[in-house]
């Protein structure tokens, strides 16, 4: 367990030996993770989780969306949210299946998210969500116009209130099954990227640009 839960709500009760409270833990298992689920509750109490596009700068998470999305709308009026952030990586098969389960970092973090209203923080926002799907690509793209900008709403929620939880290794089979005759072990699972496919309607001859190079490089099957 690395440094302290900043609240009791956050604090690991089930397997605590996986979790971690380091904010340098917590980061990088954000930015590599392609997208996050937003938790919250509507009007009516009924609960919500939205996956949707994230990205980090600092200490603030930030997601944008539709003006007119009802989950963002909901989210501006300040009330409580939970937003999951989860990497699977690997499916870890035990000689019995009490015992198997998933490799894994995940994070979570609670909060109130803040609407951004403020024109250069909404810029920084949404460049910082371009790229962190597609580094170099914010560069490479036409800016935003005025109307598209007002068309789209911008959430920020602080990572404070925040955990993390990761699995790794061999399945933890009960020493009774280790005699037996089943296959034990780890089959590793990730995101991958594939060879990119050009736009039926990208009539001239483009070259792929450094983003999608990148992308490639990162994230390659
Ligand atoms: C891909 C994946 C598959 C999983 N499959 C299962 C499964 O099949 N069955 C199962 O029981 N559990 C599974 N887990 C673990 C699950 O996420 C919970 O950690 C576990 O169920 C304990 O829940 P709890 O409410 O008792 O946790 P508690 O320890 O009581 O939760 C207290 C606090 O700990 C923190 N916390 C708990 N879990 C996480 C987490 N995963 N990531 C970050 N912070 C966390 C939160 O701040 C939470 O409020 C899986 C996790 C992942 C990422």
Redesign the pocket.
Known sequence: MDSEASSD????????HL?SYDPGVIHAIIDTAPICHLGLTDHDGHPLVIPTIHARVGQQLYVHGSAASRTLRRLAEGIEVCC?I?H?DGIVLARSAFWS??N?R???I?GHARLVTDPDEIELALDAIVEHIAPGRSAEVRRPTPSEIKATKVLALSIDET???VRTGDPDDDPADLDADVWAGVVPMAVHSGDPIPAVNLEREIAIPVSVRRLRERDQL
């Not at 709500?9 to 605590?16: S, Y």
Request: net charge positive; no cysteine.
């Open positions: 709500r956050i604090r690991l009760r089930r397997e605590p979790g999951t989860t699977l389960t998933m894994y995940s994070v979570m609670f955990s993390a939880k």
